[in-house]
């Protein structure tokens, strides 16, 4: 009941911020959330007429990334026509979705903005599903560029109660995931752990950026997301903070994330003098079932969070 109604209160919060900005996101798109912003004509992208060559373009470009079953890791940039009708689209899953179900999620992706949400713009980008994967396509370049907006933030109705403790926990897990991303390579640049937190409850976290961006960028996305957590959403149990290059989630007792989809590349020349057994991945702390965190806090529980959403559009602004 209460859960209800604070939804809809939100809800209506976004719909209030949205009406004062002409791009749009919106939850609920039934069944499962889609967030979307479409670019509006302040941006100078604009409307492309149908049948024009610009749509033309975008189908071929949509219809290569949405089919394209050579790569497995999870990320698509694909362009397609001439000057100004040139068309740029990237397409990049979540670290732990298989090639399968990347693709379909961008089928859907690509439906719901072209077909439906941003009918006819030439700039949209939508997340779907729990960011499960991101589409995103625009008539400028849009590949190798650190852009933190349109962004969302979403974050849990519940807060810690050792503010302090939480808090320092959440810091550290989310800066260990930031230096294991930002140094992935150009195919993947995600990183997922769990610590335990106050309470022994276990907090997971992930991070992602496109990982076309340089370390250095990637590491300023992440950066300015983590900051932004603490501005946002302050000792609440969950978060995530959603933006074109990089995007931030951790949650309290609730695993969210998968085994990786694919294994990381090699790493690009180990060091003669190093032993060949490598030690366990120790950049960020794992926690398992077995240690700290026993008993009830880890399972299925009322902690499985209703989101409350609100979202902040910084206009496609670059960096
Ligand atoms: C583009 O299309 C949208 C929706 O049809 C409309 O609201 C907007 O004004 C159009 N923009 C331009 C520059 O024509
Ligand atoms: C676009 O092209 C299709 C197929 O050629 C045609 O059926 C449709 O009527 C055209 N639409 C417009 C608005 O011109
Ligand atoms: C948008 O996505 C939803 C959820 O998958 C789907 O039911 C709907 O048909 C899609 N819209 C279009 C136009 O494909
Ligand atoms: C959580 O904390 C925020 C800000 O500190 C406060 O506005 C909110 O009411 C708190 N929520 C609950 C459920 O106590
Ligand atoms: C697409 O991304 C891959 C991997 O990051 C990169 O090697 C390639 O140059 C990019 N292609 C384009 C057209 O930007
Ligand atoms: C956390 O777990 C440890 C070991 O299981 C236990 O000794 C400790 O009392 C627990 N702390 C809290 C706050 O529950
Ligand atoms: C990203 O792709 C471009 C080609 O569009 C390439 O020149 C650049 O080196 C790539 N960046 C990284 C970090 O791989
Ligand atoms: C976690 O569990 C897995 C499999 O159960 C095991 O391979 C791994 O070593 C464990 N990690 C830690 C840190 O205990
Ligand atoms: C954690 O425990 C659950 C249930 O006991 C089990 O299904 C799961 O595989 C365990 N995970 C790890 C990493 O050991
Ligand atoms: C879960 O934890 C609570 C509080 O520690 C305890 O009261 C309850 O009995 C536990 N439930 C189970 C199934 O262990």
Not at 7 to 35: E, G, K
Not at 87 to 102: F, N, S
């Amino acid at each position: 009941m209460a859960v209800l109604s604070l939804r809809s209160l939100s809800f209506v919060c976004c719909l209030l911020l949205i009406t004062n900005f002409t791009t749009q996101a919106s939850a609920d798109n039934s069944p499962q959330n889609f967030f979307y912003f479409c670019d509006d004509h302040n941006n100078g992208r604009g409307n492309y007429t149908v049948n024009s060559t610009y749509d033309t373009n975008l189908n071929t470009v949509l219809s290569t990334l949405t089919s394209n079953t050579e790569i497995d890791y999870g990320f698509y940039n694909f362009t397609y026509g001439e000057n100004t009708d040139k068309v740029y689209a990237i397409g990049l899953c979540r670290g732990d979705v298989k090639p399968d179900e990347c693709r379909n999620c961008l089928q859907h992706s690509r439906a719901n903005l072209t077909q439906q949400l941003c009918r006819n713009r030439k700039e949209a980008i939508g997340w779907y599903e729990d960011e499960k994967c991101m589409l995103r396509y625009s008539d400028r370049s849009i590949f190798n560029l650190n852009e933190i907006g349109p962004a969302y933030f979403m974050w849990s109705m519940l807060n810690a109660t050792q503010v302090d403790q939480f808090n320092k926990v959440v810091k550290d897990l989310l800066d260990g995931l930031k230096t294991k991303a930002k140094s992935g390579d150009s195919q993947s640049k995600y990183a997922t752990a769990s610590v335990s937190g106050p309470d022994n409850r276990t907090i997971y976290g992930l991070v992602q950026c496109t990982p076309n961006l340089s370390g250095p960028q990637c590491d300023d996305c992440l950066v300015q997301s983590i900051k932004e957590v603490s501005h946002c959403c302050n000792s609440r149990l969950g978060v995530r903070i959603v933006r074109p290059s990089c995007n931030l989630r951790f949650e309290t007792a609730s695993l969210f994330y998968g085994t990786p989809a694919y294994p990381p590349s090699p790493s690009p020349s180990p060091s003669p003098s190093q032993p060949l057994l490598m030690p366990p991945p120790s950049s960020t702390v794992t926690n398992n079932n077995s240690s700290g965190d026993k008993g009830n806090a880890s399972g299925p529980s009322v902690d499985i969070i209703p989101l409350l959403l609100l979202l902040l559009c910084s206009f496609f602004i670059s960096v």
